[in-house]
């Protein structure tokens, strides 16, 4: 069974829009919350996390979002550039030191 | 220099070889860990090293022997490995401050024939 579900394997966007992936999650013990981007032939590289006590983190164009209530957690990206297309991966943990737990992924395809 | 190198980049084995994965990190941190990503699948966690003591292990076949020799290498021994172990083998180190001081590597392409 799923514990980190991203429900979305794939998304394609204008250029200069928003991009809104989701990710939902089973555990509510988790209270890490991390967004990684994978391009292929290379590992995933760490691009924004959150941790249980806040509800919103930016980082430039990168816009993290976490409802505990509804333990789902939402990256935005905006605006959007064709260098953003890679595969998003949600990752969470148990204080933020115990292995991660990924989802499955979505393809972001930018369209320029 | 914020980099996991992982080599080999590929490798083609047959299922009655024996070969090694290495992975090798210079930032001082002590917790590394290996994962194995099928295709259209997430990484799954096979094993946790911490101060070269393998701290975690997922269950995973003994025919994937982990090895941590000091603390800047990690090994994935392979031997008697199965068509279905093809997969994408990533390795990642992380800091005793988490996660967003961690650092994967580009993974390793095995395939089993």
């Known amino acids: 069974d799923q514990q980190v579900k991203q429900n979305s394997p794939s998304l394609s966007v204008q250029e200069g829009r928003i991009s809104i992936l989701n990710c939902d999650y089973t555990?509510?013990?988790?209270?890490?919350f991390l967004w990684y981007k994978k391009y292929p032939a290379e590992g995933p590289t760490f691009l924004i996390s959150?941790?249980?006590?806040?509800d919103k983190n930016e980082d430039g164009r990168f816009t993290v979002f976490l409802n505990k209530s509804a333990k789902h957690l939402s990256l935005h990206i905006v605006p959007s550039q064709p260098g953003d297309s890679a595969v998003y991966f949600c990752?969470?943990?148990?204080?933020?030191?115990?292995?991660?737990?990924f989802g499955k992924g979505t393809r972001l395809s930018v369209i320029a | 220099d914020t980099e996991v190198t992982q080599t080999p980049k590929h490798l083609v084995m047959g299922m009655t070889n024996k070969k090694s994965l290495k992975c090798e990190q210079h930032?001082?941190?002590?917790?590394m860990y290996w994962y194995k990503q099928k295709a259209k699948k997430p990484p799954e966690l096979m094993f946790v090293?911490?101060?070269?003591?393998?701290?975690i292990n997922e269950s995973v076949p003994s025919r994937f022997s982990p090895e941590c020799p000091n603390s800047s290498l990690l090994n994935l021994h392979l031997h008697a490995l199965q068509p279905e172990d093809s997969a994408l083998y990533l390795c990642?180190?992380?800091?005793?401050?988490?996660?967003?001081?961690?650092?994967f590597g580009q993974g390793t392409r095995l395939t089993v024939v």
């Open positions: 555990n509510s013990m988790f209270d890490y």
């Open positions: 990642a180190s992380k800091s005793n401050r988490g996660w967003t001081e961690a650092f």
């Open positions: 930032m001082g941190h002590r917790a």
């Open positions: 959150i941790s249980s006590i806040k």
């Open positions: 090293y911490s101060y070269e003591k393998l701290s």
């Open positions: 990752a969470v943990a148990n204080s933020g030191n115990t292995p991660l737990v």
